[in-house]
């Protein structure tokens, strides 16, 4: 990173005091220097006790943050290009859906990120308790992860790329995790390692060793203590987040695809290629599905479809192979139902109660976040939960709950009619294959406030960086700016094929 320029009249830095103490490896991060010392001689710390200390150890109590009104889509291809889209729901006074308000879809960037095809995007969130809800708030940094063995860190506020994370990190990024309970990003990779930094200076904490060839994915608790990952091995391995280390395996018989938790972590989803299975916390077998094809994300959220009753039902989001997105009711409880000739042992059968149509190819990924209506307060919030979904077919679709909610409500009582939603919204990146998608909401964070590394720069410090660092920083391209690129490699182009057959 080049030389910032000197303020005039400004003092000159004191030298860093050395010291014995080892440090945490540093990954490559072209950010904003540290601030200057301060001259003020500090005070000796007073001893702490015994009582003192323990209560250091609790968790601090995060007030849980409101749903956001504006958020931002972003995703990724094989064609090396990243997307991002800023969406928000507006009033109207009517709609062909018979709700109140529309979706607002408004396309921001669009340039290619990396050298190769991007394989997962994340973004960071702000600390919450586990509240069973997609209620994600965060939105400063994006973080993107493909095929050239990098990990790029994105400024959505700025729209600037601030910083190129490699570490320890080899091997192609196969899965971006944040976790905002430790401030850390997970990243796995194609060689056996999942790498953690410490998002608040981006020092590379630690690498967690064990699985024998690529890690497909990797997910963390809710409350940000353990993780879960799988791999080529086909072994389910748990680690400590706290203390760095691998403290459970279990045999899963097939290379696993993605590991999800739910959102209140009390059980999480495999996905083995064609075969999907739900595990409760103490890894007994709760559900079970298969495809003809394949599978290629799941997800879980709490919401109410019913509207007539506010009861919050449990729901499975599963993404596959021809294009659908089906919705599963997972809230029953895992036993089968009262006939004297079931076997007891059998798992409950899950059909689905709604499918999510609106692509001609294969869904990729999907992210679902929770978001204010138009009208909402703190005093009376309304939200509702979009659900975002890409496709090889290029286009990026965005769904309301709301809308599964009040066609299920319509139903006559007892109904097994499969209820078919089509997107509020979309985006068509006109046949790029997509891979990857995040949702993340954007929220205004007051400075000083204790959220990590969201606290927001003073327009001071946002002029002086922006006056002082231009050109260093890689502006966010657009459409127009993408005309002449090179077309995506052929090992790219293998790569789909195979993926494909």
Partial sequence: MAKRKATTGAAAPAPKASSSKPQGKRARFDGPPPAAPS???????????????????????????????????????????LYGLSCNFEPVPSTSTGLPYTLAVTPVFSFPAHLSSLKSVAGSLLPSPGTGSERKVGGKYLVSGGTDEVVKVWDLRR???????????????????????????????????????????????RSLKGHKGRVNSVDAHP??????????????????????????????????????????????AIICGSNLTVY?????????????????DVHFCYFPLDVTDPTQCEYLFVACEDGKTRVF?????STPVDDPSADPEALPTLEPIAQLSGHANRVKMLDLLEVALPGSTVEEPASTVVVTSVSSDGKINLYDLAILASKKTALPAGSTELI??????????????????????????????????????????????????????????????????????????????????
């Avoid at 294959?433 to 949702?439: E, F, I, P, S, Y």
Wanted: hydrophobic fraction near 35%; proline fraction near 4%.
């Fill in 159 to 205: 729209r600037k790329e601030v910083g190129t994370l490699e570490g320890d990190t080899a091997g192609n990024i196969t899965c971006l995790r944040f976790v905002a309970q430790r401030n850390m990003l997970l990243a796995a990779s194609t060689e056996s390692g999942i790498t953690l930094y410490r998002v608040r200076d981006w020092v590379l904490l």
């Fill in 329 to 333: 009711d997972v809230t029953s409880p």
């Fill in 420 to 501: 078919d939603i089509e997107p509020s919204a979309s985006h068509d990146t006109e046949g790029t294959r997509l891979t990857c998608v995040n949702a993340v909401g954007m929220a205004a964070v007051k400075k000083g406030a204790n959220v990590g590394e969201e606290e927001e720069d003073d327009e001071e410090s946002d002029s002086e960086d922006d006056s002082e660092e231009d050109g260093e920083d890689i502006a966010f391209g657009s459409e127009d700016e993408l005309e002449g690129e090179e077309e995506s490699e052929a090992e790219e182009e293998e790569e789909e094929e195979g993926e494909e057959e």
């Fill in 39 to 81: 001259t003020k001689k500090a005070s000796a710390p007073a001893p702490k006790s015994k009582q003192a200390k323990q209560a250091a150890k609790i968790p601090k109590t995060v007030p849980t943050p409101p749903a956001p009104a504006t958020f931002t889509v972003s995703a990724g291809s094989y064609e090396r290009l």
């Fill in 223 to 268: 409350d940000g203590r353990v993780a879960l990952s799988v791999g080529q091995d086909k072994m389910l391995r748990m680690w400590d987040l706290v203390a760095g280390k691998a403290v459970a395996t279990m045999k899963i018989g097939t290379e696993g695809d993605l590991v999800r938790w739910n959102t209140d972590g009390t059980k999480f």
């Fill in 280 to 296: 409760g916390i103490d890894m007994t077998v709760l559900h079970s599905l298969q495809a003809p094809s394949r599978f290629h």
